[in-house]
T-cell receptor
Framework: GAVVSQHPSWVICKSGTSVKIECRSL??????MFWYRQFPKQSLMLMAT?????????EQGVEKDKFLINHASLTLSTLTVTSAHPEDSSFYIC????????????????FGPGTRLTVL | GQNIDQPTEMTATEGAIVQINCTYQ??????LFWYQQHAGEAPTFLSY??LDGLEEKGRFSSFLSRSKGYSYLLLKELQMKDSASYLC??????????WGAGTKLIIKP
């Protein structure tokens, strides 16, 4: 099946530093990737939609200058948390959309394992 | 390897009951989640089970058996709006989420 990986799995950093999280679709091409944030036992909150070769679309309330997204290829999207603060500590999850071919294609999202960010 | 299995698609009738099963094999276990995802929307948290047994929340219930590596989501009094994909995810010993591929539930009148 389609596999999505994230790196790193977990990261601890000092307040004020920047952290980059990678999301890769390992065996398929994804024109669209999504970045989510999850707090314990809560729904995934969509942060942004990343389309290959174009600027990401951010959800209301998400600071685009703080959460930089780059989707440089059909298999890689990166999320950089700039000048991280303790309130940015969270579980970040990406997903990649697989578009099957044809007019009746199935739009399926495959989720990554998540990256746990702790900002001290 | 780590693996989560759930049916690809299920069909049920409005007003009926449906049970969506999820079996898992993971390195360690730190809880099992069920999410509902409507097309084009973010997944919505439904339940979290870490101990064996049944957790009931309104029309939705979730069951876990850790010894069997098995969970199910039970939906009662089905409504048309319950048509969605239902995702099973297990948090492993490294607190990483292992996702099932999702079960597409189709509700017919």
């Amino acid at each position: 099946g389609a596999v999505v990986s994230q790196h790193p799995s977990w990261v601890i950093c000092k307040s004020g530093t920047s952290v980059k999280i990678e999301c890769r679709s390992l065996d398929f091409q994804a024109t669209t990737m999504f970045w989510y944030r999850q707090f314990p036992k809560q729904s995934l909150m969509l942060m942004a939609t990343s389309n290959e070769g174009s600027k990401a679309t951010y959800e209301q309330g998400v600071e685009k200058d703080k959460f930089l997204i780059n989707h440089a290829s059909l298999t890689l999207s990166t999320l950089t948390v700039t000048s991280a603060h303790p309130e940015d500590s969270s579980f970040y999850i990406c997903s990649a959309r697989l578009l099957a071919g044809g007019p009746l294609s199935t739009d399926t999202q495959y989720f990554g394992p998540g990256t746990r960010l702790t900002v001290l | 390897g780590q693996n989560i299995d759930q049916p690809t698609e299920m069909t049920a009738t409005e007003g009926a009951i449906v049970q969506i099963n999820c079996t898992y094999q993971t390195s360690g276990f730190n809880g099992l989640f069920w999410y509902q995802q409507h097309a084009g929307e973010a997944p919505t948290f439904l339940s979290y089970n870490v101990l064996d047994g049944l957790e009931e929340k309104g029309r939705f219930s979730s069951f876990l058996s850790r010894s069997k590596g098995y969970s199910y989501l039970l939906l009662k009094e089905l409504q048309m709006k319950d048509s969605a994909s239902y995702l099973c995810a297990v948090m492993d010993s490294n607190y990483q989420l292992i996702w099932g591929a999702g079960t597409k539930l189709i509700i017919k009148p």
